[in-house]
């Protein structure tokens, strides 16, 4: 029986706090929201996103690509991070007589893949069928991302693709630690990927749960979410492989259905309720051990309400400080599994916790109260991180602490 | 990790060329209206298959599909240059996510229990294969419902022809979903025995060569064996092999998925055939990763 201990060897993250783990870790210290008026492209919607101060141009230098060739922004963003993370794992390092001996994979996710390049294809196409340039289809399908990523990094003995909304990275973090714990790979890439578009900036908008504010979660008066975009990625690995450094290991994990509506969340929170024991069970601690939980948290009343409902079921009384980083950096869709579990690893290694921010009223229908100022010098044992999404979607890691 | 073995209990596909009447599946008339083509493919495939399986519960729900909900997605992406960003009708946004048809499984049957989506191109039912034959080997006594599905659209299929892809396959779609577990039952139509995909640098026009794929994932073949294969390029075998393979893809079409299409069909050929010991399903979609499913007769 294989049962490997999987750990975390690598960080990468690009969102609208910066490019790289030291930009974002600086805006998380000092409080400094990404957050403001879309600029990206052009629309009728008065609305407030996390973008990612980078155009398509420079990370295409910054990656030393074919220019010539046309890449969507999810690809690109993807790219900046998992490279990032390859780095600092030192895998990238490797010469291919060791690299050849390991079993590596990629698993990505994304939400709408390459639709931000697949947009200007449609535009055109939709009034005339022999228009449209068919290499802005190149990055539309979901999985073009992840080929990109495991052709620039040579890591293809398994690559494939999550697409569950808004927990995908979540779930490719899962089946990662998975495959790594059964013996399928030695090493993946996980976590995920999305671009601001103009179908999910609009699709929001049609749901009316887009804050014109920066978005407030867990505030009674949370109006909605802020899209952002970006990338985060982990390096995990069997932890009898050699490695540099540890961020953490993957301790517990578990996926569950709300099975209630398509995109509304249950209000008491059944879904997240059976995510969070389901992985509390799967690493064999008690909610007593949890020292913190990076919430979802997306600043919509329906969400912060069914997920405090959650926490209260869960921790009872007891819930430990919890916050959600997306009044930084947006709700980033499918890779906030991936940016938000690196911000959770980050809290593990500085022994912080990052506050939510733009907070006021404490919510009336739900008692339970974030972190509103940064917490620091904490001794943290165990982070548990929520993700979840529209199908009823949602997913929990644990992370713990190890040979600290 | 256990050594379960992995059996397929029952299975069912929806086709475009032959629809069932899905009112027999979906009762309710309001979120009928409400669904598009390829969920209410995808929610019946999985209905049937659970209905013959005789199960009354699953412990995962696993899908795979290459292009999500076409249909939705650009219903959506029209409204929004159509209205110019006005006007914008949610249900089309909500109903484009590739997790659709996992999560309106789900809300069907009331089950909170593990679901999740791939979307890879061609390897996104073999994605879903690969994390339920994970499933099973990790815990004992569990039933899965997985699953594969494209649908293609007058758009998609329009967009594939100016690239060039009906002068070398042509076009097709389909659900098929099917009730995996680890428990023995002799009623059971296959065993699974191994799901590999690996990446593939030729080109369209290149040929592929049989004997070297089976080699390199170590399977040999001999006279109980049948290969199902379904690529875009040719493949090349040695001239005595030629009675033992089935080109799938002539009795299907070219989609993402069409792979499941396969393991439904191969599922079946055990107890058609006879004398049918193995049968090895090798697909490549366009010039995306090869996948090799092997699966066994039970009574082996």
Redesign the interface.
């Known amino acids: 029986m294989i049962d490997n201990n999987v750990i975390i060897s690598g960080l990468g993250v690009v969102s609208a706090l910066g490019v790289g783990v030291n930009e974002n870790l600086n805006s998380l210290m000092t409080l400094k929201s990404g957050i403001a008026p879309i600029t990206i492209f052009q629309t009728n919607h008065d609305v407030m996103v996390g973008e990612v101060k980078l155009g398509n141009t420079e990370m295409i230098e910054m990656l030393s690509l074919d220019s010539s060739k046309r890449y969507s922004r999810t690809a690109l963003l993807g790219l900046i991070a998992a490279r990032e993370a390859f780095t600092d794992s030192g895998f990238i390092f490797l010469n291919q007589h060791d690299r050849m001996k390991l079993k590596i994979g990629v698993i990505s996710s994304t939400s709408v893949g390459g639709m931000d390049v697949s947009e200007n294809f449609y535009r055109e196409y939709r009034l005339d069928k022999s228009k449209g340039r068919l290499r802005d289809l190149i990055g539309h399908d979901c999985g073009s991302s992840t080929k990109i990523i495991a052709d620039y990094l040579k890591a293809d003995d398994f690559v494939s693709t999550v697409s569950t909304a808004c927990s995908s990275a979540s779930n490719a973090i899962m089946l990662g630690t998975r495959m790594i714990k059964n013996g399928l790979l030695d090493v993946a890439v996980v976590g995920g990927t999305d671009a601001l578009s103009r179908f999910t900036v609009n699709g929001f908008y049609s749901l009316g749960i887009l804050d014109k504010e920066q978005c407030r979660p867990f505030d009674e008066t949370r109006a909605g979410l802020n899209i952002g975009e970006g990338a985060g990625y982990l390096i995990i690995q069997r932890s009898d492989i050699p490695h540099e450094k540890t961020y953490g290991e993957v301790c517990g994990y578990a996926n569950a259905n709300d099975a209630y509506h398509q995109t509304a969340s249950s209000s008491d929170g059944t879904g997240a309720y059976l995510a969070m024991s389901g992985a509390l069970e799967v690493s064999g601690i008690s909610p007593g051990d949890i020292s913190i939980v990076h919430a979802h948290g997306t600043g919509t009343p329906n969400n912060d309400a069914s997920e405090g409902s959650a926490l209260l079921r869960i921790f009872g009384k007891n819930v430990p400080p919890f916050s959600s980083t997306k009044s930084y950096t947006g709700h980033t869709l499918a890779a906030a599994g991936g940016v938000e579990s690196v911000f959770a690893l980050l809290s593990l290694k500085y022994g912080c916790v990052w506050p939510n921010l733009n907070f006021g009223v404490r919510m009336k229908d739900v008692d339970v109260m974030p972190v509103v100022k940064l917490l620091s010098g904490m001794d943290l044992k165990y982070v548990l991180k929520n993700s979840f999404g529209f199908g009823g979607n949602c997913t929990t890691l644990i992370f713990g602490y190890c040979n600290r | ?2 050594n379960n073995r992995i059996y397929i209990y029952s299975c069912a596909t929806v086709e475009g060329k032959n629809e069932p009447d899905y009112k027999d599946y979906i009762p309710d008339p309001l979120a009928r209206r409400r669904m598009s083509r390829i969920i209410k493919m995808g929610l019946t495939s999985a209905m049937i298959a659970l209905k013959d399986s005789g199960l009354k519960s699953i412990d995962g ?1 696993i899908t795979g599909t ?3 909900c076409l249909a939705d ?2 219903r ?3 409204s ?2 159509e209205n ?3 006007l ?3 249900s089309a ?8 048809i ?3 499984i ?2 069907s ?13 061609g ?2 039912f073999e ?1 879903a294969l ?2 339920a034959m ?2 099973l ?2 815990r004992k006594d569990m039933n899965l419902l997985v699953g594969g599905f494209d649908e293609m659209s007058s758009t998609k299929e ?2 594939l022809g ?2 060039g892809v009906w002068r070398v396959t042509t076009p097709g779609e389909g659900a098929h979903f099917f009730i995996l577990g680890n428990s023995f039952s002799d009623k059971a139509l296959a065993e699974i025995e191994s799901v590999t ?3 593939e640098n030729g080109a369209l026009n290149s040929d592929i060569d049989l004997m070297n794929i089976l080699e390199r994932i170590e399977i040999s073949l001999d006279s109980s064996c049948r290969v199902l294969y379904g690529l875009t390029n040719r493949l090349s075998f040695p001239e005595q092999l030629k009675d033992y393979l089935i080109d799938y893809k002539k009795l299907c079409g070219e989609y993402p998925t069409a792979s499941a299409f396969a393991l439904w069909y191969g599922s079946h050929l055990f107890k058609k055939m006879g004398n049918v010991e193995k049968i090895i399903i090798v697909s490549r979609h366009l010039r ?2 090869i996948s090799v499913i092997a699966i066994k007769n039970i009574s082996s």
């Not at chain 2, 909170?112 to 979307?119: A, H, I, K, L």
């Open positions: 990790m256990m729900i290459g292009w999500g997605t650009e959506f992406l029209n929004i240059y110019d960003e006005r914008l009708n949610p946004f909500i109903q484009s996510t590739p997790n659709t996992g999560a309106q789900a809300l049957l009331g089950t909170n229990c593990y679901n999740v989506s791939y979307v890879h191109g390897i996104s994605s690969t994390d994970l499933m080997k990790e329009h967009i100016r690239m995909t690996f990446n995306e990763r």
